[in-house]
């Protein structure tokens, strides 16, 4: 199975992204899935999981902006962010909570102030 994000760009501060990560075929974790993100000269960090069923954990850093959702049928998992802000500026990598996927290039998100 290959993770492919998708859905990043450069938007101003308060705009807002859909991010996209299509999974080439189903497998058992999908429903722990999750986002997570890298600022330059940072550590990756989650910003957004399932947790293995309906529930979601979130940074602090997003909640109220972020939206984490599926779509069982199309493999797909989503990012809703909204009011976004320059400290948001990051690549974004889906996977699932065990890391068990290779990164990948991720999708750059840039936010101008």
């Known amino acids: 199975v290959q993770l492919q994000a998708s859905g990043g760009g450069l938007v101003q501060a308060g705009g807002s992204l859909r991010l996209s990560c299509v999974a080439s075929?189903?497998?058992?974790?999908?429903?722990?899935m999750g986002w997570y993100r890298q600022a330059p000269g940072k550590q990756r960090e989650l910003v957004a999981t399932f947790l293995g069923d309906a529930r979601t954990k979130y940074a602090d850093s997003v909640k109220g902006r972020f939206l984490i959702s599926r779509d069982n049928v199309k493999n797909t998992v989503y990012l809703q962010m909204n009011s976004l802000e320059p400290e948001d500026t990051a690549v974004y990598y889906c996977n699932d909570r065990a890391n068990s996927f290779p990164w990948g290039q991720g999708t750059q998100v840039t936010v101008s102030s």
């Open positions: 075929g189903s497998f058992s974790s999908f429903n722990a």
